[in-house]
């Protein structure tokens, strides 16, 4: 939060009274409390940071008679006269605390100087403007910065609440038409293989956003994620026509929504500071029994694309060629299968430390929430 933003407050004192002159223009809803020990004054005007809401404290070096002074509010400032209360004389200030106030300076015109020392009051107010000034930029530059969380909280939550929508659609059509009605695979294929494409495109944001430190989260995980599932989707599964009417791609993109289902909701309470205990308990856990199976139908998915693979060739490369090197899509395949089956366990492994992290006690459960994206 922002400091309270103070007016500019002149002030000027002769044996019996002190005068006091507020720099705010078409002031608004004034609230003065003035007692015999200080001066609380808050409202609503123009000043040094345009219209806001200003306020000052002050506490007097010595008592004041309240019954005996005044104020009076014009469109360009706010005047007061405060009786000193007791003998006649002159304070050597005007607080009761010694600490200098950047927005509380000598009124000039009102306050008679000899020669000695107005090279000295000069100097004085040239430092107050100075101080005022960085004062008004220090307000500017948190203003800004609140400004700019305030719009990654919405980008966040958006772009989250979308990835839910998209995924809320792929799984409960495929549960709906393909595994209540029996609707082949290839119908249902067409039906969903847009939003779905969309969805995996746009997760690359999750990647680029921990590299832009929108997210306080590391890229690597993201990345891992979002280069498996599109080469899966894009390359294996799009790349090969005879595999649209496979049923394993059912039961792998409805791993890979309810997986989403409990994912986005999660990140999208914690882009605006907000916790649901049984969203959190999901996001925790019901990776458990979904991450293998997810494991499991990549890898049915990939063995099963490798008859239609080794049959067409498509994306081989046989030599001799231009650049004298080879690749063959079904070795490739098979590459990948291992790559699941090693790299699965240390995945398996990450999230259960995120869960004991979370929930291996009733202390750490209480840990105030933090903006991420990936754990």
């Not at 293989?193 to 993201?222: D, H, R, W, Y």
């Amino acid at each position: 939060m922002a400091a309270p933003l103070h007016p500019v407050v002149f002030w000027a004192q002769k044996a019996e009274t002190v005068t006091l002159r507020v720099d705010l223009k078409d002031v608004k809803d004034p609230e003065i409390d003035l007692t015999k020990e200080s001066l609380t004054f808050k409202v609503i005007g123009v000043g040094a940071a345009g219209l806001n809401s200003y306020q000052f404290t002050l506490n007097f070096y010595k008592s004041v008679d309240p019954e005996g002074s005044a104020f009076r509010i014009t469109d360009r400032e706010v005047n007061f006269v405060l009786m000193k209360d007791g003998p006649s004389e002159e304070w050597t200030r005007l607080t009761l605390s010694e600490e200098k106030q950047p927005w509380l300076k000598i009124d000039f015109d009102k306050l008679t100087v000899d020669d000695d020392s107005e090279d000295e009051e000069l100097r004085r107010k040239a430092e107050f403007e100075e101080e005022q000034l960085k004062q008004i930029q220090k307000q500017l530059t948190e203003s800004e910065a609140e400004a700019y969380t305030d719009l990654k909280k919405m980008y966040l939550c958006v772009y989250n609440f979308l990835q839910f929508i998209g995924y809320s659609y792929i799984f409960i059509y495929l549960t709906v038409n393909f595994v209540i009605k029996g609707q082949g695979m290839r119908q249902a294929y067409s039906k969903i293989i847009l939003p779905l494409s969309v969805c995996q495109v746009f997760a690359v944001l999750e990647v680029i956003n921990p590299l832009l430190g929108i997210v306080k989260t590391g890229a690597m995980a993201p990345l891992i994620q979002f280069t498996g599932r599109n080469m899966v989707l894009f390359v294996v599964i799009r790349g090969e026509d005879r595999m649209v009417g496979e049923p394993v791609l059912c039961y792998l993109f409805l791993i890979w929504s309810s997986i989403e289902l409990v994912r986005y909701p999660f990140y999208m309470l914690c882009s605006i500071g907000q916790e649901s205990m049984i969203i959190s308990w999901l996001r925790y856990t019901i990776w458990i029994p979904l991450y293998p199976a997810g494991f499991l139908f990549e890898i049915l998915s990939l063995w099963t694309a490798i008859p239609f693979y080794e049959a067409s060739k498509k994306y081989n490369l046989e030599l001799p060629n231009a650049w004298n090197v080879s690749f063959d899509m079904t070795t490739f395949l098979y590459i990948w299968i291992v790559g699941i089956l090693s790299a699965s366990p240390m995945m398996m492994s990450h999230m259960w430390r995120q869960r004991q992290k979370r929930f291996g006690s009733k202390k750490k459960s209480a840990l105030k929430i933090k903006t991420y994206y990936r754990k």
